[in-house]
C-alpha cells in the first residue's frame, strides 16, 4: 500500500540537477509542497550503482529521506535509443561528463548511430518516494519519439534538443514548457505518483 504524502508536506528533492529541480518544483506546486533540494541542504550524492532507472531512484530517495528525516522523492531518468541497445540509459548524466555538458553527449548519440535507419528512441523517468523509515513507491513514465540531428531548442535540458516526441514535429527543446509538463516522461511519472500517494 503505497504511503500518501499530506498536502503541505515539507519534501527533499534528492537531485543536484536544476532542471531537474526545476521540473518538479513546477509539477509539485499545486499541491502547498514546501521543496527542498538535496544541492541546497548539502546533502551527499549517493553511487548510483542499480542496473535500472527504478533502482537507481530508490537509492536516492532514500539516502536523502535518512539524510534529512523528511519525505524525499528522487527521479532517475534516461535517455534510450532504439539502435543503441537501449544506450545511454542508465548512464544518459555519465555521457556528459562531471560538467554535465550535454552538447558532446548528444553529439555522441548522433556519431555512434551513425546511419542506422531506425531513429527510435525514449525518455524513460522513474519516481521514488522515499521515507526516513525505510518505505519507498516508485512509479515510472515513458514518452516515445525518434533522435534527429542536428540539435534543435534551447528550452528543456539534457538531450531534449534532438529528441521529437511521437505526434509532434518539434524537438522537446523547441516546444513550450507546458506542452512538455503535459506530454513528457517525468509528468507521466508524476501523475502516477499523484494519484498514489498525494492528498
Known amino acids: 500500500m503505497a504511503r500518501r ?9 534528492a537531485s543536484h540537477n536544476p532542471g531537474k529541480v526545476r521540473e518538479i518544483e513546477d509539477l509539485l506546486r499545486p499541491f502547498g509542497t514546501t521543496v527542498l533540494s538535496a544541492g541546497a541542504l548539502g546533502l551527499p550524492e549517493p553511487v548510483e550503482d542499480a542496473p535500472d532507472f527504478a533502482g537507481n531512484a530508490r537509492i536516492k530517495a532514500l539516502a536523502a529521506a535518512r539524510a534529512s528525516g523528511l519525505p524525499a522523492l528522487s527521479d532517475d531518468s534516461g535517455f534510450c535509443v532504439a539502435a543503441l541497445g537501449g544506450a545511454p540509459g542508465v548512464f544518459s548524466a555519465r555521457w556528459a561528463g562531471p560538467g554535465k555538458d550535454f552538447v ?7 556519431q555512434e548511430l551513425g546511419d542506422a535507419a531506425d531513429r527510435r528512441a525514449w525518455f524513460v523517468c522513474a519516481l521514488c518516494l522515499g521515507w526516513p523509515d525505510g518505505h519507498a513507491d516508485t512509479f515510472v513514465g515513458r514518452v516515445d519519439g525518434i533522435v534527429v540531428w542536428p540539435p534543435r531548442g534551447d528550452k528543456g535540458f539534457g538531450y531534449d534538443p534532438i529528441f521529437v516526441p511521437d505526434g509532434y514535429a518539434q524537438t522537446f527543446g523547441e516546444l513550450d514548457a507546458a506542452i512538455k509538463d503535459e506530454i513528457s516522461h517525468r509528468a507521466r511519472a508524476f501523475a502516477k505518483l499523484k494519484a498514489a500517494l498525494i492528498d
Not at 5 to 13: D, E, K, Q
Open 104 to 110: 558532446p553527449a548528444m553529439a555522441r548519440v548522433n
Open 5 to 13: 504524502l499530506p498536502h503541505g508536506a515539507r519534501l527533499v528533492l
